[in-house]
């Protein structure tokens, strides 16, 4: 794989989508007061939305250049 860092980004969004919105679910699902929860969805739906943004921005950053392909110029 040409880009390690893509794959880190992708197993790592995934896995913090899933530590959220699993026990959001099950919360929502099993507890009387989980419906309230829904008040909070559309906020921990922008918080991953943001967070998948800056994952692909640090995927896709190019890594700084050496010093030593200056000086051999």
């Keep these: 794989m040409s880009n390690p860092r893509l794959a880190i980004a992708v197993v790592t969004g995934l896995a913090i989508g899933l530590a959220v919105v699993l026990p959001l679910a099950w919360l929502i699902n099993n ?25 692909e921005a640090w995927a896709r950053a190019k890594p700084p250049s050496s010093g030593r392909e200056r000086s051999q110029e």
Aim: net charge positive; glycine share 12%; proline share 4%.
């Design 31 to 55: 507890r009387d007061w989980g419906v309230g929860l829904m008040l909070l969805v559309p906020l921990i739906v922008y918080g991953l939305m943001r967070l998948a943004r800056v994952l």
